[in-house]
């Protein structure tokens, strides 16, 4: 198992580091990889504005537009614990005061997205959120509204913690149970795609449980991973290896990144460590790009032949290429999966989290609940509406007895 850290490396950092590194292994030649980097940095600097003109409609250069008065606002919840830890701030365990449901409460700091010019990424996420609302397994957003200095995000509370905590713990999961997660997640990013959205980021600490032990995707890679320039200091949390070879490499790349990150999280599910993995991240690197797939004995050959069709290097050849989730729902692996149940949530999952109450902490690592509670949390914040079009009540909520506070 791999020990997952938050290393202060910035994202713009990680990526340079790569397309250094792949440079290097690539040419071998030390000499004119100084500049390569920078030609690839500034690749990366078009890529990004192109995403933003293209799927990441929402503009934050858009003609701002009178922001709604939201009925919901920071000082309507008590923030318990700290649940998560992000670039740009600090998710939290809340409740609402008035109703006691407990929610995930993600808290972005404006000065952060600012000053990393971060604007257009964060609306984006907010954007994707309100387009994938109605999926069983990707997390739900309930309310988003701002004071002068945060955004906040109200999810549901995915309080069966990460998947990869629990596989933390137990090394590796059994066929049946690795089989039901991969089946949800590969259902979530199938619909996501169907929304023309590319995940890309499928990642252990993005793959939550629900208190049932269904799963809950959160942090919405298309726009979170919009690659900035290279003054961008965005964290790049982890290690990469969990991308496709073409993200690392920088090549074109399209929804088919998805189903490799699919590939190597089933691949540690059930080995206990990623495909390609060395404790040398550069040696990891190579392998992910160079190295011949090794699947040792001890799994399915129904479960090494769907490895090796997602893991496949060849985008165009890998499984879900032309048909996307419809080639993996019809992969031998899946065949004891009634798809339609699967989405109804009607197959009893694998396991179950302890739970003592809907805001129980047990399942929640903690090295994020031993962070302490910032008492500003929704005490008298002022009121800003420098994120035009951030405010949001889903329909659901929207009933809820809560006070005008205007704002
Ligand atoms: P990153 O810097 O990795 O992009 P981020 O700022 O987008 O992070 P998230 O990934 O959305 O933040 O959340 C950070 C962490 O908070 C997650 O890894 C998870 O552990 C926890 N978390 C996020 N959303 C929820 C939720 N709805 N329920 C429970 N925990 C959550």
Redesign the pocket.
């Given at each position: 198992m791999v020990k997952k850290t938050k290393a202060p490396v910035t994202y713009a950092k990680m990526k340079g580091v790569v397309s250094y590194f792949t440079a290097l292994i690539k040419d071998k030649k030390f000499g004119s990889s100084h500049s390569m980097y920078y030609r690839q940095m500034d690749f990366l600097r078009s890529e990004s504005l192109s995403e933003d003109d293209g799927a990441a409609a929402v503009c934050f250069s858009d003609p701002p537009t009178e922001e709604p008065q939201s009925r919901v606002s920071a000082a309507d919840f008590d923030y318990l614990k700290v649940?998560?830890?992000?670039?740009?701030g600090k998710?939290f365990l809340a409740k609402h005061r008035e109703n006691g449901t407990h929610y995930?409460v993600?808290v972005l700091q404006k000065h952060i997205i600012l000053s990393r010019k971060e604007e257009r990424h964060v609306m984006c996420e907010h954007r994707v959120l309100l387009k994938t609302l109605n999926h069983p397994f990707l997390?739900k957003l309930h309310f988003s509204f701002q004071t002068k200095d945060r955004l906040y995000l109200v999810?549901?509370?995915?309080c069966g913690g990460?998947l990869f905590y629990h596989l933390q713990r137990e090394l590796v999961f059994c066929e049946p149970r690795a089989r039901f997660y991969a089946a949800e997640m590969a259902s979530a990013l199938g619909y996501l795609h169907s929304l023309n959205i590319v995940y890309r980021d499928l990642k252990p600490?993005?793959i939550?449980l629900d208190s049932a032990g269904h799963v809950v995707l959160?942090?919405f890679g298309l726009c979170?991973e919009g690659v900035a320039g290279r003054d961008t200091t965005r964290?790049f949390?982890g290690t990469p290896e969990y991308l496709a070879p073409e993200v690392l490499q920088q090549k074109e790349y399209d929804r088919t990144v998805d189903w490799w990150g699919l590939g190597a999280v089933l691949h540690e599910m059930l080995y206990g460590l990623p495909p390609f993995y060395s404790a040398d991240r550069f040696e990891m690197l190579r392998n992910i790009i160079y190295q011949p797939l090794v699947l040792k004995p001890g799994v399915s050959s129904g479960a090494r032949d769907l490895l090796k069709r997602l893991l496949n290097r060849d985008r165009a050849k890998r499984l879900g290429a032309k048909r996307d989730l419809v080639e993996l729902q019809s992969h031998s692996f899946f065949s004891s999966i009634q798809w339609d149940e699967l989405v109804a949530k009607k197959i009893p999952p694998p396991f179950i989290p302890s739970l003592s109450s809907p805001g129980d902490l047990t399942n929640i690592d903690p090295r994020f609940t031993d962070l302490p509670v910032p008492q500003s949390l929704g005490a008298c914040e002022e009121y800003g509406a420098t994120f035009p079009g951030f405010t949001y009540i889903s329909e659901n909520t929207s009933s809820l007895s809560v006070q005008t506070r205007g704002h």
């Open positions: 649940i998560g830890t992000g670039s740009f998710v995930a993600k997390v999810l549901d509370y995915a990460e600490e993005n939550l959160t942090d979170k964290t949390c």
